[in-house]
């Protein structure tokens, strides 16, 4: 029971982490350019995935690999 409440402790707040560096690099970004750009999506979400979940441990993994799903599924669509 205590490794479940560890894991779901760490997945609950990567993701908090993740949205919170996110939302502050997108804001930053809009604020220095003057308007929203779709560019500054990617770069926040680039560095704030990076610096959330470029560690190596389980949660990271299994994150990566429903994100990489869910990517590979975008994709099957899009092609079909």
């Given amino acids: 029971m205590e490794a479940i409440l560890h ?3 760490t997945h609950s707040r990567n ?3 993740f949205v919170f560096a996110y939302k502050a690099l997108s804001l930053l970004m809009r604020e220095c350019d003057g308007k929203a ?3 500054h999506v990617f770069i ?6 990076f610096l959330v979940f470029g560690q190596y441990n ?3 993994e299994q ?3 429903v994100c990489s799903g869910c990517s ?9």
Avoid: H, P
Wanted: net charge positive; with cysteine.
């Fill in 7 to 9: 894991a779901t402790y």
């Fill in 15 to 17: 993701l908090a982490l």
């Fill in 37 to 39: 750009r779709q560019y």
């Fill in 44 to 49: 926040a979400a680039f560095v704030g995935g």
């Fill in 58 to 60: 389980k949660i990271n």
């Fill in 63 to 65: 994150v990566g690999v």
């Fill in 72 to 80: 590979f599924s975008k994709c099957f669509i899009v092609m079909s």
